[in-house]
T-cell receptor
Framework: GAVVSQHPSWVICKSGTSVKIECRSL??????MFWYRQFPKQSLMLMAT?????????EQGVEKDKFLINHASLTLSTLTVTSAHPEDSSFYIC????????????FGPGTRLLVL | GQQVMQIPQYQHVQEGEDFTTYCNSS?????IQWYKQRPGGHPVFLIQ?????EVKKQKRLTFQFGEAKKNSSLHITATQTTDVGTYFC???????????????FGTGTLLAVQP
């Protein structure tokens, strides 16, 4: 159990376009989802905490107008990278927390974004 | 802000040797989790430690949470090539009323195992 999916798994886009990434909890409800960014050979950096039915909480230094987060249901959160630029190229990973047990975060497989 | 450091950054061992990675937080943690990320993959949850001084074992892996709940370690006995990957600790801070408890990931330790 506790499977989290992400779509797409990779995307290549032109500079200036917007990219939407979906994160779904497949077999459990997640009132809270997290979005991380990971640059090569670096750790995961938390971007924002997404709560179902309310506005996301962004970490310091993360532009909320640049990275739009919507958590419309208990199983789906989306991250939209608006007007993407080459420096936004990264590995974006979501996680969903299952509140039934020890509040473990289950990670999606990640989305590799390359902005040309 | 809260920081979680890991040492070493990288370790190369011969298959069969032991391996240990250490995790240190700048603040007291409510719990600590360990994840493994294979090259090109995503983090996979290994274990969570909650109690001060707690020790848990998973086959060849031994996890320990410090008495002060500010540090932790992961020890692998007799490494195998399948142990290759980056091991991250992730700390969850003391919960404040109404706050969502978020994870702060450590800097990670990359383990390379030579057959």
């Amino acid at each position: 159990g506790a499977v989290v999916s992400q779509h797409p798994s990779w995307v290549i886009c032109k500079s200036g376009t917007s990219v939407k990434i979906e994160c779904r909890s497949l077999d459990f409800q997640a009132t809270t989802m997290f979005w991380y960014r990971q640059f090569p050979k670096q750790s995961l950096m938390l971007m924002a905490t997404s709560n179902e039915g309310s506005k996301a909480t962004y970490e310091q230094g993360v532009e909320k107008d640049k990275f739009l987060i919507n958590h419309a249901s208990l199983t789906l959160s989306t991250l939209t990278v608006t007007s993407a630029h080459p420096e936004d190229s990264s590995f974006y990973i979501c996680s969903a927390r299952d509140h039934r047990g020890v509040e473990t975060q289950y990670f999606g497989p990640g989305t590799r974004l390359l902005v040309l | 802000g809260q920081q979680v450091m890991q040492i070493p950054q990288y370790q190369h061992v011969q298959e069969g040797e032991d391996f240990t990675t250490y995790c240190n937080s700048s603040t007291t943690l409510s719990n600590i989790q360990w994840y493994k990320q294979r090259p090109g993959g995503h983090p996979v949850f290994l274990i969570q430690l909650v109690k001060s001084g707690e020790v848990k074992k998973q086959k060849r892996l031994t996890f320990q949470f410090g008495e002060a709940k500010k540090n932790s370690s992961l020890h692998i006995t007799a490494t195998q090539t399948t142990d290759v990957g980056t091991y991250f600790c992730a700390g969850s801070g003391l919960r404040f009323r109404g706050a969502t408890n978020k994870l702060i990931f450590g800097t990670g330790t990359l383990l390379a195992v030579q057959p």
